[in-house]
């Protein structure tokens, strides 16, 4: 089982939680267990047509999923993944 | 050929002369050096003054806003004294006060695509301490467009990042972010509140990296994102790269020119609240008390947080926060009249979208918040 770091701004819609474990081989199954577990980030995370929103980046480790293989990235146990929020606060 | 120094100077900088990595020739590297400082609020505020202190030649200085009460409990570079005064003067009073010997150049004026390319003109590198998502787009854009290093920094809560985003060298800030979120989906340090202290960590991390830039030392944060946590006490680092397809510093650039967002997004200019959900749909704090006096049966639901309610609560208001209303609308009646507040009408006019899109027309939004009925109803309540 892998963990998932919810940032700051998010939080409110996961219950609070800092981290989630979720479950999956890939990096999109585990979103999927993560907005099961939280129905309420699902429109902070996907749009409309379900992918991906433009604005979240997803790391594995300290590597933009996006530069790996994408939702498709493989996931091990223990594999840290980590939202950065889009954050503009000054 | 770079600028002598007086002995004044000397004496001034003599901590920095001592270190190997700065001395002479450094410090004139510093003396010949001009930044650009978006914004003087929270991140502006250390950004300023470190680099006045380090005896940066010429520092330009953008904001429109003036000082507020509200703003002294991070944007230090400000006083009580300074109160009502545009914030660019505040803050150049108090550099010119830590360094006479440096050329402060104030702009107050919002930072846009008309007026951009003008005002960054004269300065070899920005720092990025706006507060909203449009000017730090332009920020982005006008680094890469002008070639000119950008160093960001952003923060809310308890969380910061830092960056040095260098198109000719690495990554842009439209790399990792390549669109600003939709209005409404990340919340502004007005709504969501910032630990005071914290962009004063975030906001010295940006000057390091712009005097480390100008210096030419040591390893800049190209290619690399700091993520800071100050709950955790934690710094990550994750890394960067150039998106070939980024939309701006990419290899076939859409973008060739300035946009201003806040034109066709509707997104709040600025980290202030924006209280007003349109005339449709609002209700002021004084029509409310006289409809709660005549005994009208409103359901007035509070969006706000748990703890906001000991700073200020209406009598008979029901607790829905913000983020569990989406999972908690069973709790209403779509037949009640609601009233939806909160500190200021920002997140209840979220709220009022929540509702609308699940059916609900029988609602208003509590213009401009708990502070507007604070002001013009109950002045024993506080306003926050």
Not at chain 2, 108 to 120: D, G, H
Not at chain 2, 229 to 249: G, H, I, Q, T
Not at chain 2, 259 to 267: K, L, S, V
């Amino acid at each position: 089982m892998a963990t998932l770091r919810i940032p700051t701004p998010l939080r409110p819609y996961a219950e609070g939680q800092t981290e989630v474990s979720v479950q999956g081989a890939t990096v999109g199954e585990a979103l999927n267990d993560l907005v099961n577990q939280y129905p309420s980030l699902t429109k902070h995370l996907f749009n409309e047509a379900g992918e991906l929103r433009p604005f979240v980046n997803l790391f594995l480790g300290d590597e933009d999923v996006r530069h790996l293989q994408g939702v498709a990235t493989p996931l091990k146990e223990n594999d840290k993944l980590m939202i950065i929020p889009s954050i503009a606060g000054g | 050929m770079l600028p002598e120094l007086s002995h004044s100077e000397i004496h001034r900088y003599s901590r920095h002369l001592l270190i190997p990595e700065v001395g002479l020739e450094g410090q004139k590297k510093l003396k010949a050096a001009s930044v650009l400082v978006i914004g003087t609020g929270g991140l502006g505020s250390p950004v300023a003054l470190y680099l006045a202190a380090a005896g940066i030649g010429r520092i330009g200085l953008v904001d429109f806003d003036v000082v507020d009460f509200s703003n002294l409990q991070r944007q230090v570079i400000h006083g009580q004294s300074g109160l009502g005064q545009l914030k660019v003067e505040s803050a150049k009073a108090r550099m010119l006060d830590i360094n006479p010997d440096i050329q402060v150049d104030t702009y107050n004026e919002a930072f846009t695509s008309q007026n951009a390319f003008r005002i960054a003109e004269p300065y070899d590198l920005i720092i990025d301490g706006t507060d909203n998502f449009p000017t730090r787009y332009l920020t982005n854009d006008l680094a890469v467009l002008t070639g000119k290093p950008n160093v960001y920094g952003s923060i809310f809560r308890f969380d910061g990042q830092v960056s040095v985003f260098d198109a000719k060298e690495g990554p842009c800030y439209r790399c990792l972010f390549p669109e600003p979120p939709p209005p409404g989906l990340v919340p502004s340090c007005a709504e969501g509140g910032v630990l005071g202290i914290l962009p004063g960590t975030i906001g010295t991390l940006q000057a390091t990296e712009a005097i480390k830039l100008i210096l030419g030392i040591g390893e800049p944060l190209i290619g690399k994102l700091l993520l800071y946590n100050a709950l955790d006490m934690s710094f990550d680092f994750v890394k960067l790269r150039k998106n070939p397809n980024c939309k701006v510093c990419g290899d076939n650039p859409e973008i060739t020119e300035l946009i201003d967002y806040e034109e066709f997004c509707g997104m709040p200019m600025h980290d202030h609240d924006e209280g007003s959900a349109g005339a449709e749909w609002d209700i002021t704090a004084r029509e409310l008390a006289e409809r709660l006096a005549q005994g009208e049966d409103l359901k007035i639901i509070d969006v706000r947080e748990p703890h906001e309610l000991e700073i200020s609560h209406l009598e008979g208001a029901t607790l829905i926060p913000l983020g569990q209303l989406a999972a908690r609308l069973s709790e209403l009646n779509s037949a009640d009249k609601i009233v939806l507040m909160c500190k200021a009408g920002t997140r209840s006019t979220r709220a009022l979208e929540v509702l609308h899109s699940a059916g609900f027309r029988k609602m208003k939004n509590l213009k401009d918040g708990i502070n507007a009925w604070a002001r013009e109803i109950d002045p024993s309540m506080p306003i926050y």
